[in-house]
């Protein structure tokens, strides 16, 4: 493999390259993540490739596609504008003839390639995305920074939408069929509705409950998947057509974690403190004298975030406090202030550092 001359054509006509996009495999994941460290000047055509395949396969965002389709015509622009100022700046020769500018066959390919991949990604969105529309009969919520938005379903099933999430309601619901896809976190209290389970599809796990209570966190960003039981039972599945995972049947109390690392893919059934997550789910958190470990725990847990730092834990007071429906900052920089600690939050992502 040249990765000198190595297209974003060439990624996608990659069997590995597409089995690593929209199957996850360890074996391609390891591959591509090792070549992708060794040819960083590949990232941008790397990236590309990979959301129009996503995107072609109905796995991207409709928020994502539109971005990169809107990236791909200012490259194109950017791609125009430097040609012409290119030409204007060229020195003429004085009393010869200068013939119209001829473009090379680099430059021929780059266009020739750049409209089919500009067509291949306006196919995958208007193929992909239209069905989002409202006339489409979806319905598509979405929280607010920091916030968590309480949502009610036709069948009286009930969500709570937390940060930096997004939940699509398929247009049969409660019709044929109750389900739902989640990026991001969410809990969810289910209605008992006979003959009609009631699923939430996350990533590539599908959950399946009737009459339940159930936290489902997939978010885009982060490497685990955790599916947590309150009250009820729930079934979980691999939603890819080819998934060799057996279904895993959880009881309140217990909680099925999945992380994708780099060498492979592990999961795990575990128990978890009930109390404590349904003390969250309230919109309150009580704190007494506790250890960074608690807060983080229930922060996580409460604002659907991944907490680190690199200072001892020792080195960190135990707080006490008591914060009802606040902004996740709020919180952070009153915690941050007792023990003179510095915040920075990317999206879903919390770093706690050190002044």
């Known amino acids: 493999m040249d990765a000198h001359h190595f297209s974003i054509e060439d990624f996608l006509v990659n069997e590995s390259f597409a089995n690593y996009c929209l199957h996850n495999r360890a074996s391609d994941r390891r591959f591509w993540e090792q070549w992708l460290a060794a040819h960083p000047e590949k990232q941008e055509d790397f990236d590309t490739a990979r959301d129009l395949l996503l995107a072609m396969s109905g796995y991207l965002p409709e928020e994502q596609v539109s971005a990169r389709l809107e990236a791909f015509k200012g490259l194109l622009r950017e791609k125009k504008a430097s040609l012409q100022q290119a030409a204007m700046s060229a020195t003429p020769i004085p009393a010869v003839p200068v013939p119209a500018p001829v473009r090379t066959m680099r430059n021929a390919y780059w266009w020739t390639a750049a409209a089919v991949i500009l067509g291949i990604i306006a196919v995958g969105y208007l193929r992909f995305v239209k069905p989002v529309a409202p006339e489409a009969g979806m319905l598509v919520y979405t929280s607010e920074n920091d916030k968590r938005s309480n949502i009610t379903l036709a069948d009286g099933s009930t969500v709570i939408l937390y940060p930096h999430s997004k939940l699509t309601v398929m247009p049969d619901y409660n019709h044929q069929s109750r389900r739902v896809v989640l990026e991001g976190q969410g809990f969810f209290t289910v209605a008992d509705v006979a003959q009609r389970p009631f699923s939430v599809v996350a990533k590539k796990y599908t959950t399946t409950a009737l009459g339940t209570a159930f936290m489902v966190s997939a978010y885009e960003m982060d490497a685990t998947v955790k599916v947590s039981l309150v009250s009820g039972k729930v079934k979980i599945e691999g939603t890819q057509h080819d998934s060799v ?43 007494k004298d506790a250890s960074f470990t608690e807060l983080k725990t229930q922060l996580e847990a409460y604002y659907g975030v991944t907490i680190y730092t690199d200072i001892p834990l020792s080195s960190i007071k135990p707080f006490t406090g008591e914060f009802n429906d606040q902004p996740l900052m709020h919180v952070l920089e009153v915690i941050g202030y007792v023990n003179n600690l510095k915040i920075r939050q990317d999206t879903n992502r919390v770093y706690i550092l050190a002044r």
Not at 246 to 251: G, K, N, Y
Request: net charge negative.
């Open 245 to 287: 995972m057996q279904p895993v049947i959880l009881a309140p109390g217990e909680q099925f974690v999945e992380h994708t690392a780099k060498d492979k893919d592990s999961s795990a059934t575990i128990t978890f403190d009930v109390n404590s997550l349904q003390s969250v789910i309230s919109g309150q958190l009580i704190f």
